[in-house]
């Protein structure tokens, strides 16, 4: 049976409000516009309020919450778990509660089992009602590689995929796996058991439509068009973007035993191309190949069939968890990239060693290599014309940075070029640079060659990991 076949009887397109005084508690799955949703929900914190919805807390989403409250550590990453004194204080709001609804969004709460599902059906005393969103199963894989990638993972979208596939039908997503069923339950099942499947709403969110998700939950919430701000928040890479920085991991990795650290790497880096960097027409969009829309659909019965033996609402059309979106052979990265996509990597790397450093973040960043010694600095003279009109403009962009001090910039530069000059091979080096003329300010280069790119922005993130 296809996955179109499937319509369960409780599959509804017009939400109505839940009763007052209910808790409506999102759970995610990752990568379904949560991230969007919960910065309108925090941005209209005071239009919530005068409707009668509390979204409480001061941060933008649940997260310390929900990992409390889920007995999970304070980050992926980190072992310490998270402090009780994180879920009490909501819990108690939620429980005291005088407006009509409340609202809680953590994705998290979609990674738990069945026994911490348990755990937090204990805790929400108060009338609750679940929904899960979900979104076509290409497109969710597709940005759940991607948001690896972005975190300094860095495998390949194929051999991330055939993990993702290796047990169809049932699906798996590494490093998020919220599909997952070791415990003999299922996403949907082990919260439709918890709550109660008349307490749980299954959203499949229209691939087409980007302002499905604030209409359904201002409907759930009684409030009227608009209440939500609409927003795009977690925005995507291009395919030379991802690809840039998938091999700019892998390379420290095997190139310095250490893994690009989420807090430089992510915060600095990915995120300031992400939000810096205008969008390229002639850069491609990442795409899913072919073979990927054949197992989806596959994973779309099953999941389907979980859907329809939860007995939950659902909102939205199954049939759409199989829609293919973008298809297509993945993109190599070209011999030769824009300059921007490493000058604004390196100055968001700067940025944030800077802000790391005055936090004093704990456990953010590790020293990959021994300080360098100063008297061991590369001359100019040892690169080449291009390398050095390219490094003119890294100066530039780091000194424009804003929150570096002049050694920190001749440090990050330093770093740079140790990289640059150590990668090559004996004798590979042509083109000695020249000087530029007195009085003629530096030119950026449009494009330069990626290996080039990558070497400097490893260099700056070597540099970056000292200044921390």
């Known amino acids: 049976m296809t996955v179109e076949a499937r319509k369960p009887e409780g599959t509804v397109n017009e939400v109505a409000a839940l009763p007052r005084g209910t808790t409506v508690l999102h759970i995610g799955a990752p990568k379904t516009g949560t991230t969007s949703l919960q910065q309108s929900a925090a941005g209209s914190r005071a239009r919530l309020r005068e409707g009668g ?32 004194h994180w879920s009490t204080g909501i819990l108690a709001q939620l429980v005291n509660n005088e407006r009509d609804y409340a609202l809680v969004s953590s994705e998290a709460f979609s990674t738990a089992g069945a026994r911490d599902v348990a755990r937090v059906r204990a805790e929400f005393t108060m009338p609750t009602h679940v929904v899960l969103t979900l979104r076509p199963l290409p497109g969710m894989l597709l940005s759940t590689w ?32 919220v599909f997952k069923e070791s415990d ?23 691939p087409t439509d980007r302002d499905h998700i604030f209409r359904v939950f201002e409907d759930l919430l009684g409030q009227r068009r608009g209440t ?27 190139e310095t035993g250490s893994r690009a650290r989420r807090g430089l790497f992510h915060g600095g880096a990915v995120n300031a191309v992400i939000a810096g960097r205008p969008r390229r027409a002639d850069e491609p969009s990442l795409r899913v190949p072919e073979r990927v829309t054949t197992h989806a ?24 968890l199989a829609a293919a979106g973008r298809v297509g052979d993945e993109a190599p990265l070209p011999d030769q990239v824009p300059s921007d996509l490493a000058l604004i990597a390196a100055g968001g790397l700067a940025r944030r060693a800077v802000q790391l450093r005055g936090a004093g973040a704990d456990g953010a960043t590790t020293a990959a290599v021994d300080p ?40 990050l530069r330093a770093s740079a070029v140790r990289r640059i000059v150590g990668a090559r091979t004996e004798g590979d080096v042509a083109d000695p640079a020249a000087a530029p003329l007195p009085g003629t300010a530096p030119t950026r280069p449009e494009r330069i060659p990626s290996e080039l790119a990558l070497q400097a922005v490893i260099g700056v993130y070597e540099g970056a990991q000292r200044l921390t």
């Open 53 to 84: 919805v509390m979204y409480p807390g001061r941060y933008e989403n649940h997260r310390r919450f929900a990992r409390s409250l889920l007995g999970y550590a304070k980050e992926p990453w980190l072992t310490e778990r998270a402090p009780a």
């Open 146 to 177: 991607q948001q690896c990638v972005k975190n300094g993972e860095s495998e390949t979208f194929d051999t991330w995929l055939n993990a993702a596939f290796r047990e169809l039908p049932m699906l798996r997503m590494p490093g998020g796996d």
């Open 184 to 206: 003999g339950t299922n996403l949907v099942g082990r919260w439709a058991d918890a709550f109660g499947p008349e307490n749980m709403t299954v959203v499949v969110l229209d």
């Open 228 to 254: 939500l701000e609409r927003v795009t928040a977690n925005s995507g890479m291009s395919a030379v973007e991802t690809e840039f920085f998938r091999q700019a991991a892998e390379r420290i990795f095997q």
């Open 297 to 320: 659909a596959t994973a779309a019965i099953r999941i389907a069939e979980q859907i329809e033996s939860a007995g939950v609402r659902v909102v939205g059309d199954l049939s759409d």
């Open 372 to 411: 360098p010694d100063e008297s061991d600095g590369v001359p100019d003279s040892r690169l080449s014309a291009a390398e050095a009109e390219f490094l003119a403009a890294l100066d530039e962009h780091l000194t424009g940075a804003g929150t570096l001090d002049e050694a920190d910039v001749r440090r």
